[in-house]
């Protein structure tokens, strides 16, 4: 079992920034791949954000390429999520993710892991 704790949200202005954490404990091999996915009231969870333990490689929705950065800290079982020039459209439950496969990193089915989310809003 892998526990994820999501931490860092909060209410921000248009253009501000924020970064949420996201703390691993428990059986963290298992969180090969770890990601971030939001979800807005009466629409679906949709994929933000997705990187993968020992690769340099991150992945990103079209809609925040250029304005959030994923990263992990491996020393500290730490997932974050750095989200600059954030808009409305942003506004969101955000959750992190994490599963011990490769797979498709915006799959929200494959993973096994999720936390109990972060509240997200923007405001105009």
């Known amino acids: 079992q892998v526990q994820l704790v999501e931490s860092g949200g909060r209410s921000v202005q248009a253009g501000g920034s924020l970064r949420l954490s996201c703390a691993a404990s428990?059986?963290?091999?298992?969180?090969?791949?770890m990601g971030w996915f939001r979800q807005a009231p009466g629409k679906e969870r949709e994929a933000v954000a997705a990187i993968y333990r020992n690769n340099p490689n991150t992945y990103y929705a079209d809609s925040v390429k250029g304005r959030f950065t994923i990263s992990l800290d491996n020393a500290k079982n730490t997932l974050y999520l750095q989200m600059n020039s954030l808009k409305p459209e942003d506004t969101a439950m955000y959750y992190c993710?994490?599963?011990?496969?490769?797979?498709?990193?915006?799959?929200?089915?494959?993973?096994?892991?999720w936390g109990q989310g972060t509240q997200v809003t923007v405001s105009s």
């Open positions: 993710a994490a599963r011990p496969t490769a797979g498709t990193w915006s799959a929200a089915h494959e993973y096994t892991y």
């Open positions: 428990g059986n963290t091999y298992n969180a090969y791949c």
